[in-house]
């Protein structure tokens, strides 16, 4: 059973910074794409970045391109969401995810273990 845990969450004014992180358990973390998705309020949750189990490649939603930046630790077991230039509309809970086979993924229904999310707020 593979465990995905996110930290780093919190208030922010707008244009401030953050980073999230998402610490995995299991000895094979480094065969994982992993992924990052945000929900905001009301509506559906949405890929915002994944990278591969090497790290030589990255997708990144529109909305996070040029501001977000995903990057792994494999020494770590762990993924980051440098986050900079937020904006209001970024505010939502933010979830991490495991992907045990394949490339980077753009869909919640490629990944296979989810973290329990972390709450990012910007105020205006």
């Known amino acids: 059973q593979v465990q995905v845990v996110e930290s780093g969450g919190g208030l922010v004014q707008a244009g401030g910074s953050l980073t999230l992180s998402c610490a995995t358990s299991?000895?094979?973390?480094?065969?994982?794409?992993m992924g990052w998705f945000r929900q905001a309020p009301g509506q559906d949750r949405e890929f915002v970045a994944a990278i591969t189990w090497y790290g030589d490649y990255t997708e990144y939603a529109d909305s996070a391109k040029g501001r977000f930046t995903i990057s792994r630790d494999n020494a770590k077991y762990t993924v980051y969401l440098q986050m900079s230039s937020l904006k209001p509309e970024d505010t939502a809970v933010y979830y991490c995810a495991a992907r045990l086979r394949g490339g980077v993924g753009l869909e919640i229904t490629h990944y296979d273990y989810w973290g329990q999310g972390t709450q990012v707020t910007v105020s205006s």
């Open positions: 299991g000895p094979t973390f480094t065969n994982y794409a």
